[in-house]
């Protein structure tokens, strides 16, 4: 059990310009969260994947966001057009869904900074 | 909305010292209670749970017991370490929807000194 992997760790983009996140769950995970959180603040729940379902998506995720989990293993999240309020850590977290509760495991994020 | 609220930080105290950080919510449903750590420069970690009313999650020394009547999870430790500096929040997960999100608290932020 290697843990939940994300990629890049840090990235520093121009705002304008298209941003992808890649993330790795705990193999036999089938759900996938991806979360924000800014400066000070607590994590914020964006989409989460059941499978290659996308069941649920946040208000904040704008137009301008996409995520995609296509062979229900790794998931990626993409964000077009840049704004310098997008400037975040972006969460990925995996848990397997099988009755009860179903406890979340966080990788290390992605941190995101729009110039 | 389920909401969480935490004390404010930073909170330093003196290595040995007692340690509670206050933790309430609002929820619709009936939720599991979480707390969460991340030390400097690490991802988020589960430190423990509950799951109904009445539950002590426990781990590492911390403990937190579930309390519906006042809506409560607050962490305490008996005597902290310098190794336990870093940032606490208090989460909630609403099974009713089915989704499992997680709904978390602001942060605090503990620092010990020697």
């Known amino acids: 059990d290697t843990g939940v992997s994300q990629d890049p760790r840090h990235k520093i983009t121009k705002r304008g310009q298209n941003v992808t996140f890649r993330c790795d769950p705990i193999?036999?995970?089938?759900?996938l969260y991806w979360y924000r959180q800014t400066l000070g603040q607590g994590p914020e729940f964006l989409t989460y994947?059941?499978?290659?379902?996308?069941?649920?998506k946040s208000r904040l995720l704008s137009d301008r966001f996409s995520a995609e989990r296509p062979k229900g293993s790794f998931s990626t999240l993409e964000i077009q057009r840049t704004e310098q309020g997008d400037s975040a850590m972006y969460l990925c977290?995996?848990?397997?869904?099988?009755?009860?509760?179903?406890?979340?495991?966080f990788g290390p994020g992605t941190r995101l900074t729009v110039t | 909305g389920d909401s969480v609220t935490q004390m404010e930080g930073p909170v330093t105290l003196s290595e040995e010292a007692f340690l509670t950080i206050n933790c309430t919510y609002t929820a619709t449903g009936y939720p599991s209670l979480f707390w969460y750590v991340q030390y400097p420069g690490e991802g988020l970690q589960l430190l423990l749970k509950a799951t109904k009313a009445d539950d002590k999650g426990s781990n590492k020394g911390f403990e937190a017991t579930y309390r519906k009547e006042t809506t409560s999870f607050h962490l305490e430790k008996g005597s902290v370490q310098v190794s336990d500096s870093a940032v606490y929040f208090c989460a909630l997960s609403d099974i009713t929807g089915g989704g499992n999100k997680l709904t978390f608290g602001t942060g605090t932020q503990l620092k010990v000194e020697l």
């Open positions: 994947f059941q499978n290659e379902a996308q069941l649920e």
């Open positions: 193999s036999e995970h089938n759900r």
């Open positions: 977290a995996s848990s397997l869904a099988a009755g009860g509760l179903y406890e979340q495991y």
